[in-house]
């Protein structure tokens, strides 16, 4: 079975008059000195449900079925969940055989797992890492949109509940989150052999990543997410034997405004790179090249078409 390499990178989402990432209070979600960022959940999540209309098995995701106690629709536990995707899950299912299912699902597969379910105590840390991603720009306004709903608001007291109710919609106007990723296969040496028919992290897994990584934001075209999109990928592969370990990509990386277009400039990350060449297998550079340049200094490569 031919396996990946170890491999740093970078993926960048757009949003226009777009909530990436909202709060609970519905702003988008911001540090304590109001740096907007995006968590790696919500660039993670796109990925999930691009593999699942794909028919690729995903466990982590929401599923709804009926109680039949109730008859109301609920989501699934993640027992449920479980048993909905690999068939019954009870204290006599050896752990070998678990651990086989959940490798087999391409979630998991990437990012890893934590399941506690009949006995079983599983912590998968997934060889995919993605950190939290950074909005690079910065001029970015929060806009608030007030919403009219064609249905009066009933729990209303007094004369407000005659009226149609109001909502909010919060936008950001322009932003653009950056965020840094690893993948590690060595993540997964320890299960090899423990696992049915498990032998370590796939050049078909990484591949689904990368196209996942690529596409998906802007495939998952929600209320809330529509007007976000996937604007640039990096891929830098090291080679088999190599010892470089790279910090945060992100923080190399600056989105500036060039007349109507975007402008990543990856020019010191470029910097940052050139010594290590020679521990370099490959690097791969997406953009969307219609709405967006790229500055990628000495990088050596070329840009091709994110989608």
């Known amino acids: 079975m031919k396996k990946t390499n170890r491999v740093y990178g970078i993926i960048a989402v757009g949003a226009y008059m777009a909530n990436f990432n909202a709060d609970l209070s519905g702003y988008p979600k911001a540090t304590t000195d109001n740096t907007i960022f995006g968590s790696d959940k919500a660039v993670k999540y796109p990925m999930k449900r691009m593999w699942q209309l794909q028919g690729l098995p995903v466990l982590y995701i929401k599923s709804m079925q009926n109680n039949k106690d109730n008859d109301k629709i609920q989501p699934r536990d993640l027992n449920e969940r479980y048993t909905h995707l690999f068939g019954t899950l009870d204290e006599k299912t050896s752990s070998g055989e678990v651990l086989?299912?959940?490798?087999?699902?391409?979630?998991?597969m990437n990012f890893g797992a934590t399941f506690a379910e009949k006995k079983q105590n599983i912590s998968i840390t997934?060889?995919?890492?993605?950190?939290?991603?950074?909005?690079?720009?910065?001029?970015?306004?929060?806009?608030?949109?007030?919403?009219?709903?064609?249905f009066r608001n009933s729990n209303e007291k007094s004369e407000g509940k005659l009226a149609s109710s109001m909502g909010t919609k919060i936008v950001t106007d322009e932003a653009h989150y950056v965020y840094s990723f690893s993948v590690n296969p060595g993540n997964y040496a320890d299960f090899i052999g423990l696992a049915d028919g498990f032998e370590g992290y796939t050049v078909?897994?990484?591949?689904?990543?990368?196209?996942a990584a690529r596409v998906a934001t802007t495939a998952f075209n929600t209320n809330?997410?529509?007007?976000?999109?996937?604007?640039?990928?990096?891929?830098?592969?090291?080679?088999?034997?190599?010892?470089?370990?790279?910090?945060?990509?992100?923080?190399?990386?600056?989105?500036?405004?060039?007349?109507?277009?975007?402008l990543y400039d990856l020019s010191r990350l470029a910097e940052m790179i050139t010594p290590h060449l020679g521990e370099i297998q490959?690097?791969?550079?997406?953009?969307?090249?219609?709405?967006?340049?790229?500055?990628?200094?000495?990088?050596?490569c070329s840009i091709q078409s994110i989608y």
């Open 100 to 108: 086989g299912n959940l490798f087999s699902a391409i979630d998991v």
């Open 126 to 150: 997934g060889a995919v890492q993605i950190n939290q991603g950074f909005n690079h720009f910065e001029h970015t306004n929060i806009v608030t949109q007030d919403i009219l709903s064609p």
């Open 204 to 211: 078909e897994a990484y591949e689904n990543f990368k196209w």
């Open 224 to 262: 809330s997410k529509s007007g976000c999109e996937n604007e640039l990928a990096l891929f830098i592969e090291l080679k088999e034997d190599s010892r470089l370990f790279l910090a945060n990509l992100d923080r190399y990386i600056a989105v500036k405004k060039k007349e109507d277009r975007v």
């Open 282 to 300: 490959s690097i791969d550079l997406y953009s969307n090249m219609v709405a967006s340049e790229v500055d990628y200094g000495s990088l050596p």
